[in-house]
C-alpha cells in the first residue's frame, strides 16, 4: 500500500496510547493508510518524537485519560490542528495483577479509571465534534481476551475491559438510532509483544523463557501476537471499509478465546 492512497485517505484520528505498543502502531498505520492522527499519551516526549518522524500528518498531544478537561483540550488541539474528527480510538490501557482479596486496592482504582472511565471520558468528549462534521466516523476501543475468559489474577482488568464492551456496544446503539453515521466497535488482543507485555515478561517472577512460553500457551497459534496483528483490525474498524459494522468486538487472539 502506497503512502498517498490508502484507507484511512482523508481521516483525522485522535489515538490514546499512541506513544508506544499498539497505539503507536496504529498511529503510524493511519499515516501509512493515508489519515493524519494526533497521537495522545502521558509519555508526551515519546509520542512527539513519532509525531516527529510520521511529518505533518501527525501530532502530539499531552492527555491523561483520567481526566476529562484534558480530554476537552485534545479533542481541540485535533480539531484546530487537522480541521475536524472522525476517529477515536481508545487504546490506552494498563495491567496490573491483583486477585480479588489480596490485590492492592488502588490497582482496582486506577485499572477502572484508566481502562474504563477513560474511554469513556474520550467518548463524552469527541462524539460531539466527530458528529458536527457530518462525515462517517468512528470509535474503536482496545478491549482483551480477557474481556471474554476473565483470569483470577487480573480481576480489575476483566472488569474493565468486559465493563468497556458493554460501553462500545451502548455507544453503537446510541449513535446508530440517533441516525448519527459513527461506528463503535472494538478488538481484543490476547497477549501481544509490547512494552506491557514485557513488564511482565521481565517482571522476575519466572525465567522470561518460561513466562513467554505459557503466555504463547494461551492461544492455540502458540505464539505471541505482533503489534501490527492488532493494528490492521484497529485500521479497518476505524474506516470506511467496516461501513456496517458496529457494536461488534474482534478478536486478535490467535484462537484463545474459544479455547476450550
Ligand atoms: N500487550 C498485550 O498483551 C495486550 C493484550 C490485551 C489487551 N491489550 C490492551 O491494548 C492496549 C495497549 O496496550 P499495550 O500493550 O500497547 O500497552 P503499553 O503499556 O505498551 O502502552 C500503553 C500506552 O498507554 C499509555 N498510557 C497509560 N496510561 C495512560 C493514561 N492514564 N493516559 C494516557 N495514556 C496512558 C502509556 O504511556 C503507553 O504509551 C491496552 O488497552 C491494553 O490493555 C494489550
Redesign the pocket.
Known sequence: MGTSMGRMEGKVALV??G?????ATVGRMIVEQGGSVML????ID?AKALADELGDSADACQ????DLDQWHAAVKATTDRFGKINVLCN?????EPGNVVDGALDVWERTID??LN?PYYGCRAALPAMETNGEPGAIVN?????AMRAASFVAAYSAS?AGLLGLTRSIALDCAERGVPIRANMVH????R????NRYKFSGADEPENIERDFAATHPMNRIGE?AEVAKAVVFLASDDASFTTGVDFTVDGGGSIRS
Do not use: F, H, W
Request: contains cysteine; neutral net charge.
Open positions: 490514546t496510547g506513544a508506544e505498543g499498539i497505539g495522545c499519551d502521558v509519555q515519546k492527555l491523561d485519560v483520567r487504546i490506552a490501557g494498563i495491567s484508566i481502562n477513560g482496545i478491549g482483551s481476551m480477557i475491559k488482543p490476547g497477549a501481544i509490547t512494552p506491557m507485555y503489534p
